[in-house]
């Protein structure tokens, strides 16, 4: 090829790379004008007056819709309670002894109760012996939920024998995380209310945003305090303590047979007064019945009986006379 030729090809190259080029930035300057979300009028900003109606659905709606992330094993929220009655001789060292462990494991004792019974043991003939005290307790404790075991064994470790125990565990892990997002979403459209509300000029809107932001802060106090009672029913478990001495058995007397031949005459003698009550008792009603029949009866005698009576002997003498005609 010649001189000419190849000018002439490299100065085509040259225009090509150059139309490319611009080609190019051109592209890149169009995309770069056009809106993400739309054109220009979409992306403009909302009248005022529909910000508080706007305010007002993200509350309804609970936020935005983002999913929150499920909650770890370790982030449960599991409420434990439990119920155990203990045998004990020392009803009183007892107490002391639940008090104690309730500290030591970083804990309290939210409710204590002792109760004294006095009663008096007699025996069969009527001899009264000393008055009986029977002393039982019952305790409240609440421990950290990590120490929940290690104190529900050194309980059953002060007992003669655990007469019986219940233990509950309700997860609210749910309901804690609902109520942790919807206190988020109560927060922010509160600092929106609070935006709008600098931006009032207006005595209604001024009214009408403070009204808002009262009731998103009565609903913010509502969500906090439920939060705060499941943060203490899941930080602390609660456990109930009833105390109560061993049973006692009473071993019965041989009481001889003199003894036994009066028990067994009292007791046949109660029987037979009862048949005796029973008797004159229905012979008492049945002469309530009686009573006025008979008083009717002497009535009817005494007004009728004797013309009955004479009615009676005329038709007998009438009737002897025919026959001896």
Known sequence: MGKPGLIRARVVGIVAAVALATLSAACGDLASEQPA?????ESAARPADSELSEV????????????QA????????????????????????AVQLVENIALAAGGYVSGSNVFVDQS????????????????TATMTIRVPADAYGSVMNQLRGIAKEVVSERSEAQEVT???????????????????????QAKAETIPD?????????????????????????????????????????????????????ANAWETSWEGSKAAAVVLGTVAIGGAVLMAWLVPLAA????????FGRRLWRWAERSITSSVGETGK
């Not at 659905?57 to 983002?66: L, V």
């Not at 001024?206 to 609903?219: F, W």
């Not at 009717?296 to 005494?302: A, K, L, Q």
Request: net charge negative; aromatic share 4%.
């Open 37 to 41: 979300g739309g054109s220009a009028d």
């Open 56 to 67: 007002g659905a993200q509350t309804t709606d609970g936020g935005s819709g983002n999913i």
């Open 296 to 303: 009717v009866g002497f009535i009817g005698w005494r007004l």
């Open 174 to 196: 749910e309901e804690y995380t609902d109520l942790q997002a919807r206190l988020r979403n109560l927060q922010a459209t509160e600092q929106r209310y609070l935006e709008l």
């Open 120 to 135: 008096q043991d007699q025996q069969g003939s009527g001899d009264v012996r000393s008055p009986k005290r029977t002393q």
């Open 206 to 258: 001024i009214l009408t945003v403070q009204d808002r932001l009262s009731l998103v802060r009565g609903e913010i106090e509502q969500v906090q305090g439920r939060i705060n009672v499941l943060n203490d029913l899941t930080d602390l478990a609660t456990i109930m303590v009833q105390l109560k001495p061993p049973a006692l058995v009473v071993e019965e007397e041989d009481k001889g047979w003199a």
């Open 70 to 93: 499920l909650p770890s094993v370790t982030d449960r929220k599991i409420v434990r309670t439990a119920t155990v009655v203990l045998s004990v001789e020392d009803v009183g060292g």
